[in-house]
């Protein structure tokens, strides 16, 4: 399984982005078969989950810190994952990965997930104040 991210660049606060997650080599498998999760890492610290789509009814979660402003979606004919992202603050500037095919899970205190078994090579998002 392949995932190629695109859609980064160069944006100033308030602006909007649009990234892309194109997947293919399942096997045997559809797009809706997986979950799918965009991760982002900024300079300096860990990688983190943002948003995530759950597999088969397609369900969408948010972290607290682009709820509102981030919207995942799922192409299946297109096999294509895309993260719309409006109301850009410099803190979103980051490496943002997608990843597929792991288990989420929701508490009280957050979402936890498993280590995802496919990752894409990351896309550069970077917000001018």
């Known amino acids: 399984v392949q995932l190629q991210a695109s859609g980064g660049g160069l944006v100033q606060s308030g602006g909007s982005l649009r990234l892309s997650c194109a997947i293919s080599?399942?096997?045997?498998?559809?797009?809706?078969?997986?979950?799918i999760g965009w991760f982002r890492q900024a300079p300096g610290k860990g990688r983190e989950g943002i948003s995530y789509?759950?597999?088969?009814?397609?369900?969408?979660y948010y972290e607290d810190s682009v709820k509102g402003r981030f919207t995942i979606s799922r192409d299946n004919a297109k096999n294509t994952v895309y993260l719309q992202m409006t109301s850009l603050k410099p803190e979103d500037t980051a490496v943002y990965y997608c990843?597929?095919?792991?288990?989420?899970?929701?508490?009280?205190?957050?979402?936890?997930?498993?280590?995802?078994?496919?990752w894409g090579q990351g896309t550069q998002v970077t917000v001018s104040s």
């Open positions: 990843a597929a095919d792991f288990i989420l899970q929701y508490s009280g205190s957050g979402f936890y997930y498993t280590d995802p078994h496919y």
């Open positions: 080599g399942f096997r045997n498998a559809d797009l809706d078969d997986y979950a």
């Open positions: 789509i759950s597999r088969s009814d397609g369900s969408t």
